[in-house]
């Protein structure tokens, strides 16, 4: 990914993180953590194709 696409990723991924917690505290709840299996395979498939 060139700097310019990842730089509207980064500001993409942070507006999204600003609106759930607006969503959590408007329901007075609080955000948990779930690990996806599915998820922690492809990340470590990706850390292998970026080694290779």
Known sequence: ???ELCKID???YREQ???LAKV???L???PATVK???MAGL???A???IKN
């Open 1 to 3: 990914m060139n700097n």
């Open 10 to 12: 980064q500001k993409h």
């Open 17 to 19: 993180v600003t609106r």
């Open 24 to 26: 959590f505290k408007t």
């Open 28 to 30: 007075d709840k609080k």
């Open 36 to 38: 996806c299996d599915a």
């Open 43 to 45: 990340i470590e498939e």
């Open 47 to 49: 850390t292998e194709m």
